[in-house]
């Protein structure tokens, strides 16, 4: 266990210096783009926002199921089967059929080549499940269905968020999938997330509809109140305009009026029913209606052909602003909720770093005081290795440019309490074999091998609950886990390769000495 | 030679005791869970404003309507811990005390962290909490069986079942909040407490091997000997470093390092009074391990 050979040395010294250049990075600037590296610092340290956004699928699928029951009655009435009674409640619709007919329904459903009910060869399941329910059949999503409409809401509102952060301009956001219905966001160094809350919290489905003459909530038509709360409208449910047709949208100031308005220009099929329904509409008021509230319901006063057109509704400049980005991005498929948020302010991050590094550096005092008192000149041995050692940890950090949290500080600081354990092992060791063994080469040697199982064992176990934390865990925890982990690794070698090579040197210079561990 | 086999069955008692008060404890007690793990929301919240003060605050929330407000001084004289339910998990909740508390105290009022955790996900996290820490005592388990003997994997399991409850019993009986960071200090006093049983074992079995004629109560007595001093020093460096964070590290670690800190006391006791006590009761003898060995 004492032999180094030349090689060997050399490789340890080339490893160590430059695990030691990738960590002084974080201090110096370098011009060459390999060492240009730094630990990434966490939410928790230099502030900032973390959101996780879950996505309110309902709606979604009401609305789908909403559009298959009209597709279900033209598809059979094209096949002579009369649907009748449908039924639509709890993401299920139900509805009645011939008894004749019922088995030939049943058939088309399941069948694989099923022109309603789409098979799906990977999942062996049809998107749809039909079931026989007392008098009625029921239709519902079958699990893979389901798991597709999530899949596809969640990539089409991952795009809509990303629009929308992009649009507010905060620097380098993290935008991911979590699951198949939630997103996350994190938000560096911001310190007040209440506005991309706010454009996050809207679906912004902007419609155009016409006030209706018919003051009732009938088939066609339905109450909507006003955005401030005031008043409400009757409107139709017939869509003029969507959302979908908008090309661009920009506040703007309308000096005449002397207000903030947002304008928008239309795609070509847009522009020309809009034009188509403003000049049938003249004098009738068109209701410009946002997440099921009317925000202004002005009278048309003449055909508006250019495909633009302004909306105003009291707006301040920031709302207008909003409203205009929340259009230009595009429509959510369907509502985020914000479940869980996690936001540091910039000066508590910068305290827990200082208050992180104050006790990195006592503990490492303590600790290297106390290894001194212990050990003397062995304990400058260790000493020096524990330093390389927290330099090698924050070198492997910097390289793999991880993510350190005020938890992951903590871990350090524990590495640096826990790594002068393996040294104390084999110190002790080598006393005990020393008090029987007079070749001091010998019981170094029988020291350092019959110490090995032991610092194995304490450190696989410490590095499985480093694991476990790692997979288990998320933010701050996982920073915990990283450097707890890696720091059971830069400790072996520490000690097996520093260490023992400074002990080594010492031993064979002082070959005539007495040697007291 | 300190002769810790003397004392094997009173603090054999002792240990019992304390795990059955712990779990006394822990059933009628409970645990005081954070909001990580019972929902709701944290405001940290920082003041240079003198009106601003702990029952200033309290009696503005309470007129909020927000249901059980909890107000704490926080570390420093300027800061406070403010935590409540969302019980009707309303959408700009955080926005609404914050305009409410300018509007009280002028603008004089920094939220420098806010946490809000919905019921969904908090019962998420005592989830994915409640499976770590099961998922690290099984791996555990079958590390050691793996290792060692059976008699040696009761005897460490024994172990950390005892740290782990007494630890958690302790945070009980001290009313301390429970949050993610407990959980990491949790796993992490099941490594360290394996990690000073396996050192100790290692060394009961190596003795094993080379003394057949001394019995395993003055066996384990002279493996704890034979390991004391490392198990001081690594015990001594470790509560060094974690006492430094408990002290320095602001006010966010205390709780962790306070874990840490019992968690490696007991670790250390147990290593010795529990896994060992339970050779003893179990009658390990050279016969144990040779028998292992000649079946591999």
């Known amino acids: ?517 | 030679m300190i002769a810790f086999n003397k004392y094997y069955n009173q603090f054999n008692i002792l240990s019992i005791s304390l795990v059955v008060i712990s779990l006394l404890f822990l059933i009628f007690k409970g645990l005081n869970f954070g909001i990580d793990f019972k929902g709701g929301i944290l405001i940290e919240l920082r003041s240079t404003d003198s009106k601003v003060n702990v029952s200033s605050l309290r009696d503005r929330f309470n007129q909020m309507d927000l249901g059980d407000v909890s107000v704490k001084k926080f570390g420093n004289e300027t800061d406070y811990l403010i935590k409540f339910e969302n019980k009707d998990n309303k959408k700009n909740i955080i926005e609404e005390v914050k305009k409410n508390l300018d509007k009280s105290f002028g603008n004089n009022i920094d939220f420098r962290r806010v946490e809000n955790v919905g019921p969904k996900v908090s019962a998420e996290l005592l989830r994915s909490g409640i499976i770590a820490i099961s998922v690290a005592l099984a791996l555990m388990l079958i590390y050691i069986w793996i290792r060692f003997e059976w008699q040696f994997s009761l005897g460490a399991i024994c172990a950390l079942f005892h740290d782990v409850i007494v630890t958690l019993g302790l945070f009980s009986l001290l009313g301390l909040e429970i949050n993610l960071s407990i959980i990491a200090a949790v796993l992490t006093i099941v490594g360290y407490s394996m990690n000073d049983t396996v050192v100790i074992f290692d060394r009961v079995r190596e003795n094993l091997r080379k003394y057949a004629d001394i019995k395993i109560f003055e066996l384990t007595n002279i493996s704890i000997n034979e390991t004391l001093s490392r198990t001081l020093i690594t015990s001594i460096t470790t509560l060094l470093a974690l006492v430094s964070i408990f002290i320095f590290g602001g006010e966010i670690l205390k709780g962790f390092s306070l874990a840490m800190i019992f968690g490696v006391i007991f670790g250390t006791y147990s290593s010795i009074y529990i896994a060992n006590t339970i050779l003893v009761r179990l009658n390990v003898s050279q016969k144990t391990i040779l028998k292992d060995e000649e079946k591999n």
């Open chain 1, 1 to 517: 266990m004492l032999y180094f050979s030349k090689l060997k040395i050399i490789f340890i010294l080339i490893i160590s210096l430059f695990l030691i250049l990738i960590a002084s990075s974080n201090l110096f600037k370098f011009d060459n783009n390999f060492l240009k590296r730094n630990i990434n610092l966490g939410l928790d340290l230099q502030g900032g926002s973390y959101l996780l956004l879950e996505i309110d699928n309902k709606p979604v699928i009401e609305q789908k199921l909403q559009n298959l029951t009209i597709t279900l009655r033209d598809y059979f009435k094209g096949k002579n089967i009369k649907l009748v009674n449908f039924i639509l409640q709890n993401e299920k619709i139900l509805f009645k059929v011939n008894e004749k007919d019922k088995q030939k329904v049943l058939d088309i459903f399941n069948d694989k080549k099923s022109e309603i009910n789409p098979y799906y060869e990977r999942f062996k399941s049809h998107q749809l499940e039909i079931t026989e329910e007392n008098d009625f059949l029921s239709v519902i999503f079958s699990k893979q269905g389901l798991i597709k409409l999530k899949t596809s809401s969640q990539e089409q509102a991952l795009e809509i968020v990303r629009r929308r952060i992009d649009e507010v301009g905060t620097n380098e956001p993290n935008i991911l999938k979590r699951g198949n219905d939630r997103i996350l966001v994190e938000l560096p160094g911001l310190d007040d997330p209440m506005r991309i809350k706010t454009l996050l919290g809207k679906t912004a489905n902007l419609t155009f509809r016409f006030v209706s003459n018919n003051n009732e909530d009938s088939f066609g038509n339905e109450k909507l109140n006003y955005e401030d709360e005031e008043g409400s409208e009757f409107v139709s449910k017939r869509i003029i305009l969507s959302g979908d047709n908008l090309l661009d949208a920009q506040p703007r100031m309308d000096s005449e009026a002397n207000e903030t308005v947002v304008t928008f220009s239309l795609d070509r099929v847009g522009a020309k029913r809009f034009g188509k329904a403003t000049s049938k509409g003249i004098g009738r008021q068109l209701a410009i209606i946002l997440d099921g509230k009317i925000i202004s319901a002005p009278v048309i006063q003449d055909t508006i052909a250019g495909g633009s057109g302004q909306i105003s509704g009291g707006f301040t400049f920031q709302s207008a602003t909003d409203l205009a980005l929340l259009l230009r991005s595009g429509a959510l498929p369907a509502p985020l909720n914000i479940i869980e948020e996690r936001t540091v302010g910039p000066s508590l991050g910068q305290d827990s770093i200082d208050a992180g590094i104050i006790a990195l550096i006592i503990g490492f005092i303590l600790v290297i005081v106390f290894i001194i008192v212990k050990y003397k000149i062995f304990g400058i041995i260790t000493n020096t290795a524990l330093i390389i050692n927290l330099l090698l940890l924050v070198g492997v950090l910097t390289l793999f440019e991880a993510t350190l949290t005020l938890p992951g500080i903590a871990g350090i600081i524990l590495t640096v309490g826990m790594a002068v354990d393996a040294n104390v092992l084999i110190f002790e060791r080598i006393r005990e074999e020393l008090k029987n063994e007079k070749n001091r080469l010998i019981a170094f040697d029988s020291g350092y091998s019959k110490s090995k199982t032991a610092i194995l064992d304490a450190n696989i176990t410490t590095l499985l609950a480093a694991i476990i934390l790692f997979f288990m865990g998320s933010g701050p925890i996982k920073g915990f886990s990283i450097t707890l982990g890696v720091g059971i690794f830069t400790t072996l070698f520490s000690v097996y390769f520093i260490a023992r090579l400074l002990t080594v040197l010492y031993i064979s210079k002082n070959k005539n000495k007495e040697i007291v561990i």
